[in-house]
C-alpha cells in the first residue's frame, strides 16, 4: 500500500488498484479510517480509531485534498 506521508504519527495512504470514488486510508496507533475525498470529504469506514484521531485524520486530509488528489 503506497503512502502518501506521514505527519503526527498518522501514516496516509491507498491502494495501487483501489476503486473509486476517491478515497484514502489514514492509520495510527492500530486504528485505521477509510476517508471518502469527492464529492466530499466524509469517513466511509472506521476500525478501532479514537474520535480524537479520526478528527484530526479528516482534518489532515481537508489540509492535503490538492496534494492527495494532484
Known sequence: MPT???????RVCFFSNEHKPIHVH???AGGVVKI???PEIVV???K???AKNRK???SLVMENKGTIIG
Open 44 to 46: 466511509i469506514a472506521n
Open 36 to 38: 471518502e475525498l469527492l
Open 4 to 10: 502518501l506521508f506521514y505527519t503526527d504519527g498518522f
Open 56 to 58: 484530526k485524520a479528516l
Open 48 to 50: 478501532g480509531m479514537s
Open 26 to 28: 489514514v492509520e495510527k
